[in-house]
C-alpha cells in the first residue's frame, strides 16, 4: 500500500500558472510509471502526464508545451507545472503510482481556471 497526498491546486485565471505535488508515503525511486490525471466535472478521467524511472515522459495532445512534469525521488516527490492554464484544464487531479500489481491513487486536488 500507498498513500499519495496531492497539493498545489486552487482558483486561478486562465493564463496563469499553477504546479501541483503529489507526496507519496514510500520511495518512488523504483516506481516505473507517475502519473497525473484529471477529471473534469461530467466526464471521464483522463490522462494528462506521465513520467517513468528511466527519465522519459509522454503528455497528453491537449497539454503539450503547456505542461511539465517532474519527479524528485529523493523527496518522494512528482510535481506538475501547469502554465498558460485554460478553463478547459479545471477539474480534478488525480497522482499515480503504478507498479506490477496496480495503480495507486491520491484523492485529487481541485484546480479551477476562469476565464
Known amino acids: 500500500q500507498v498513500q499519495l497526498v496531492e497539493s498545489g491546486g486552487g482558483l486561478v485565471q486562465a493564463g496563469g500558472s499553477l504546479r501541483l505535488s503529489c507526496a507519496a508515503s514510500?520511495?518512488?525511486?523504483?516506481?516505473?510509471?507517475m502519473g497525473w490525471h484529471r477529471q473534469a466535472p461530467g466526464k471521464q478521467r483522463e490522462l494528462v502526464a506521465t513520467?517513468?524511472?528511466?527519465?522519459?515522459?509522454n503528455y497528453a495532445d491537449s497539454v503539450k508545451g503547456r505542461f511539465t512534469i517532474s519527479r524528485d525521488n529523493a523527496k518522494n516527490t512528482v510535481y506538475l507545472q501547469m502554465n498558460s492554464l485554460k478553463p478547459e484544464d479545471t477539474g480534478v487531479y488525480y497522482c499515480?503510482?503504478?507498479?506490477?500489481?496496480?495503480?495507486?491513487w491520491g484523492k485529487g486536488t481541485l484546480v479551477t481556471v476562469s476565464s
Open positions: 513520467t517513468t524511472n528511466g527519465g522519459s515522459t
Open positions: 514510500r520511495s518512488i525511486f523504483s516506481v516505473r510509471t
Open positions: 499515480a503510482y503504478t507498479i506490477p500489481t496496480g495503480t495507486f
